[in-house]
């Protein structure tokens, strides 16, 4: 048997979220932030899109949802950005977090495993673009070029300082090549079928060490050569001086290199199979038990970064861009690695804000919040703290009204949702309930705006923005009705239980 889905039904949800973005969007506008609202409404909805699709079984739903996560977390930032110079600047990330929470409370579960593959998804998108970042940096800086310059300069000036420097960097070299041969080996032979490696080079196992097996007397000598190249290498020529032909030809032996080459070969390739070893321990320590699950988590990342790198080729995008981050970074870190670190930080803030909203913020308003339908209860704050706020903003007195007439309405619209869809399913045929009890909510919250606008009218012209005092006229009235609805929506639940 089925197992009954005890969301919230869809006719009454989705139309409190409809009437959750109408009245955001004429908030942000009365607040002169209309696009910014915009595009951060885009993105909450956005956002629940992609939640939704990051549970799903198969890992084209699961790259979808995190590139749309990646586009909608980036476009709800900018969003938020673009508000922040205005007077008013709260009520875009208010509105739009009541557009996100009543979406979420619509269509997802409101459940701490219900936004586990989001912060997944995050994460691992996250990394990726840091990666991005990091290869963007490398690349404009040429630190390839630059480690490379930094290893022929180190050789030179060995080679240059006398021969006892050159006599200490080949003990050196043959050292670490001791103790990284029999390690490289092992890791070819878990790399390669049957025993190839042991076929192929099993004379090197003889060559290595473990660093127990270096005499502690070879470690007090190699120091003492150290502290005489450090206070000078004149005793060391002085010895070779009495040496004659002998001494000439270990001076031409170590300055030519051919010691040294062979030895600096055979660690490179160690430290390179290392390496890679080290690599492919971690590619498999982040790809967890299912390797394609974690790509389908981190496809936003990889094609935020394709994308970004792309745009930022064309020569407008460019422009645009560098006036947005200022000149000075660009120039010194390059454009992607700028572009790319905005990406990054607003990832990883998002990420530790969900986390932290969904762990702890909650916490303090616990007793208030309902047990379920958690998400609406949330928004109808949200969007009536946002009404607040453009009411102190000078905003019109009708917009605040109705925004607090709206965020009763979402609020009881989508409670009304969750209790139908915990008692009789998500998929029941409730839409005449729904309706008659829509119905009269909406029609008490219309008589709440015509008596405010009676009020505003015995204050002043409601046509015209009558400044603040107008606007907490207004505020004060939207209250008063606001109590009247709750009291007859509290005193209808009483008559119905």
Known sequence: MTELDRRPTRFASRLAVVVAVAATLAVCAAAGSALAGLLAVAGA?????????????????????????????????????????????????????????????????????????????????????????????????NLAGASLSVAVAVVSGVHTVGTLAQFVSLQLLALVVALLLPRALSTLDEWLPGDATTEGFGFLERVGLDPGDVPRTYWAILALQLLFLATGSAVFDRFLDLLSVLGTAVRLLLGSGVLHLPLAGFAAAAGGVLL??????????????????????????????????????????????????????????????????????????????????????????????????????????????????????DAHPLVVVAGVAASVFVWDAGDYATRLGRELGREAETRRAELVHLTGSALVGAVGLVVTTLVLYGVGPASVPGGEQTAVVALFAALAALGVLVWLLVTDDERTA
């Not at 909805?45 to 549970?55: C, S």
């Not at 981190?298 to 407008?316: I, N």
């Not at 803030?349 to 609406?376: E, I, K, N, Y």
Request: charged share 10%.
């Open 276 to 393: 890679a070893e080290l690599f492919r321990r971690g590619l498999l320590a982040w790809g967890g038990n299912y390797p394609p699950k974690t790509l389908g988590y981190a496809a936003g990342g990889g094609v935020a970064v394709v994308v970004v790198s792309l745009a930022l080729a064309v020569p407008r995008v460019a422009a645009a861009a560098q006036t947005a981050f200022g000149g000075r970074p660009w120039v010194e870190l390059g454009a992607a690695t700028v572009v790319l670190l905005a990406v990054l930080v607003t990832l990883v803030a998002t990420l530790l804000v969900g986390r932290f909203v969904v762990t702890t913020a909650w916490l303090p308003f616990s007793p208030v919040l309902p047990v379920h339908g958690v998400g609406f209860a949330a928004a109808g704050g949200l969007l009536f703290v946002g009404t607040v706020a453009v009411a102190e903003a």
């Open 45 to 141: 909805l956005g956002a629940t899109w992609a939640v939704e699709r990051l549970d799903g079984e198969t890992n084209v739903e699961r790259a979808g949802g995190s590139v749309v996560l990646v586009a909608s977390v980036l476009c709800f930032a900018v969003g938020v950005l673009r508000s922040a110079g205005s007077g008013s600047g709260l009520a875009v990330p208010l509105g739009a977090g009541a557009v996100l929470a009543a979406a979420l409370g619509a269509r997802v579960e409101m459940e701490r495993e219900s936004v586990e593959p989001a912060e997944s998804a995050l994460g691992h998108s996250a990394l990726v673009v840091g990666i991005g970042v990091f290869a963007a940096a490398a690349f404009h800086l």
